[in-house]
């Protein structure tokens, strides 16, 4: 039986920069049906605190009440933006403080089937992005759809590009992914030579796959002297990919804070979306 996507869960915080993100998921809508909730962040600056708030860990001095800028009513922005989605999602509406609330995420997204949020990377609050990336990706146990900021793809899912490296982080991505493989065009899955290699081969995994009836294909590169996310992204643009498809994070979080890593890379630069599993 035809795997199916249930519920996506869709992150927000400003009504310019989240454009892409509502694109995405309508697209997701119309290509396998689904079902689209949204979770909507605001600030919200306490009146016992006016001297100023921790914001995403950052001291922010608050302007008396008659000095500030009418905030724009995000929610009413957010209600227009689901106009062209075949059913109204609902919203729930989360207010920050600080950075403490980029843990509602985590907790939230553990009810969808996935999350699809804006890439934090140069976005503004990107802190606070960040952090709600984080969450959503170690807490909830489900995958985690980033949008580059001012996409405007056509199409998202119809040709994916799968990051292999046999490991069981890659594992998880490429289960959780089933529901893509199934109505895409292309699915290509890619190994890189020159990179750390465990577990079950790219041939045998894609002979498994294919028995489902997706169309999968198998690329191989090698290039010592370039970056393994180097090499995913230019294989990505050379197939015309519109996802990509990876495990994330294969060590603890703090381990990546301070090593980086492949999918730190990605999250930063790469302008395909990118479908993420740990």
């Known amino acids: 039986m035809e795997p199916a996507l249930i519920d996506v869960l869709v ?8 454009e892409a993100v509502l694109s995405a998921a309508q697209l997701l809508e119309k290509r396998h049906d689904a079902n689209i909730s949204a979770l909507l962040f605001t600030k919200a600056v306490p009146a016992e605190s006016p001297a100023g708030v921790v914001y995403a860990g950052v001291w922010t001095v608050a ?23 075949a059913r109204r999602p609902p919203v729930k509406r989360i207010e920050v403080v600080d950075g403490a609330a980029a843990d509602h995420p985590g907790i939230d997204a553990r009810r969808a089937s996935m999350t699809v949020m804006l ?7 990107e802190t606070l992005r960040r952090s709600m990336f984080e969450s959503a990706l170690y807490e ?4 985690v759809m980033l949008v580059p900021r001012g996409w405007r793809g056509a199409s998202i899912g119809g040709t994916v590009l ?3 490296d046999g490991s069981r982080e ?4 490429v289960a959780d992914a089933a529901f893509l493989f199934a109505k895409a065009e292309r699915v290509v899955f890619l190994t890189i030579e020159n990179g750390a290699h465990q577990g079950p081969s790219a041939r045998e995994l894609v002979d498994n796959i294919r028995r ?6 198998l ?7 370039q970056s393994v996310d180097y090499l995913l992204l230019r294989e990505a643009v050379a197939i015309g990919a519109d996802l990509i498809v990876m495990g994330g994070y294969g060590h603890a979080r703090v381990h990546e804070m301070i090593f980086g890593g492949v999918t730190r890379s990605m999250v930063r630069s790469s302008p395909i979306p990118l479908f993420i599993s740990r």
Do not use: H, I
């Open 140 to 143: 909830s146990g489900r995958p």
């Open 162 to 164: 799968v990051a292999w």
């Open 11 to 18: 992150m927000v915080l400003s009504n310019r920069e989240d």
């Open 63 to 85: 302007a008396p009440p008659s000095e500030r800028p009418k905030e724009p009513d995000q929610a009413s922005w957010l209600l227009r933006g689901f106009s062209g989605f």
């Open 219 to 225: 690329r191989s590169v090698s290039d010592p002297r």
């Open 170 to 173: 890659a594992t998880r991505a």
């Open 212 to 217: 489902t009836g997706a169309q999968c294909q």
């Open 119 to 125: 890439r934090p990377a140069g976005a503004r609050d």
